[in-house]
C-alpha cells in the first residue's frame, strides 16, 4: 500500500508535467503492485497454524505456562480461523491443569459461549461446572449445571452433571433437594459412572438428614452393590455410627 501510494504521488506529478511517457511507465508498475497485493490477499495465512503448533511444541516439551499462554494468544490474535476453537479450549484446559481457576472460568465461559455446538462443548460445560465445585460456588455450579443440561439434554456427561447438583445441594445443607437430585439419577442412570458415588451420597445424605434407619439400609445396600470400591470402608464405618 506505501508503495502504491507513493507510485500514486509519482504518476500524478508525471501527469501534471505532462510528462505522459513516465506517467505511462508509473501506471503500469501501480498494477503490477496492486496485482501483487490481490495475490497476496488470496493466499492463505498459515500465521495460525504456526503458532498452534508452536504452542504444542511447547507442551510436549513439559512447559505447560509457554504452551498456555500460545494456545491463548493463538485464539485472541486469530479468532476467525480454524484453529480458534482448537486454540481456546488447549487454553482453557492448560489454566485448568495449572489451578489458574479464575482465568480458566474465563476461558470456558467464552468457549461454551462461543462454541455452543463445538467439539468439545461437552468436555468444557462439564470442566466449568467442576470448576465451580472446586472453588466450592456451589449456587453457581448448580446455576450451570441445570443451564447445560436445558440446552443439551443428550449431553455425553449428563450423569456427572446430575451428579453435581446434587452434591452442591448436600454441601449447601438443602438435603431434601439433594436427596430428591441423587434419587432422580439412581433411577435414570443406573449404569452411568456416577452411580457408585450416587449411591454413597444418598446414603450420607440420609444420615445427615438424622433418617438413621434408611441410612443404615442405605449404607448396607451400598457395601453390597459396591463390594472393592472407593468408598466402600467408609460406607462400613458409617453403619455403626447410624445406630
Known amino acids: 500500500d506505501l508503495q502504491i501510494g507513493n507510485l500514486q504521488g509519482q504518476y500524478?506529478?508525471?501527469?501534471?508535467?505532462?510528462?505522459?511517457?513516465?506517467?505511462?511507465?508509473?501506471?503500469?508498475k501501480m498494477k503490477e503492485l496492486k496485482v501483487q497485493k490481490q495475490d497476496?490477499?488470496?493466499?492463505?495465512?498459515?500465521?495460525?497454524h504456526l503458532r498452534f503448533r508452536i504452542a504444542q511444541t511447547f507442551y510436549e516439551m513439559g512447559q505447560s505456562w509457554e504452551a498456555l499462554w500460545t494456545y491463548w494468544t493463538t485464539?485472541?490474535?486469530y479468532r476467525t480461523s480454524d484453529f480458534a476453537e482448537d486454540a481456546l479450549f488447549a487454553a482453557y484446559s492448560l489454566a485448568g491443569e495449572l489451578m489458574q481457576y479464575d482465568r480458566a472460568l474465563e476461558l470456558g465461559i467464552t468457549y461454551v459461549t462461543q462454541f455452543e455446538n463445538g467439539n468439545y462443548y461437552d468436555d468444557a460445560s462439564l470442566m466449568l461446572a467442576q470448576i465451580y465445585l472446586t472453588k466450592e460456588d456451589f449456587n453457581t455450579c448448580i446455576e450451570t449445571c441445570r443451564h447445560t443440561l436445558e440446552q443439551h439434554p443428550e449431553h455425553s456427561y449428563a450423569d456427572q452433571l446430575h451428579f453435581m447438583i446434587g452434591y452442591s445441594y448436600f454441601q449447601l445443607e438443602e438435603f431434601d433437594a439433594a436427596l430428591k437430585t441423587f434419587r432422580g439419577l439412581q433411577t435414570a442412570f443406573?449404569?452411568?459412572?456416577a452411580r457408585e458415588p450416587c449411591d454413597y451420597w444418598i446414603a450420607m445424605t440420609l444420615l445427615y438428614k438424622e433418617?438413621?434407619?434408611?441410612?443404615?439400609?442405605?449404607?448396607?445396600?451400598?457395601?453390597?452393590?459396591?463390594?472393592?470400591?472407593?468408598?466402600?470402608?467408609?460406607?462400613?464405618?458409617?453403619?455403626?455410627v447410624c445406630d
Not at 501534471?16 to 511507465?25: G, N, P, S, V, W
Not at 443406573?190 to 459412572?193: I, L
Open 12 to 28: 500524478t506529478a508525471a501527469v501534471t508535467e505532462l510528462d505522459f511517457k513516465r506517467a505511462l511507465a508509473l501506471r503500469g
Open 40 to 48: 497476496l490477499h488470496n493466499t492463505d495465512d498459515f500465521s495460525a
Open 75 to 77: 485464539w485472541y490474535d
Open 190 to 193: 443406573s449404569e452411568g459412572s
Open 211 to 240: 433418617d438413621y434407619a434408611e441410612a443404615i439400609d442405605a449404607f448396607n445396600d451400598f457395601t453390597t452393590v459396591h463390594p472393592g470400591g472407593i468408598y466402600f470402608e467408609d460406607a462400613q464405618f458409617r453403619v455403626p
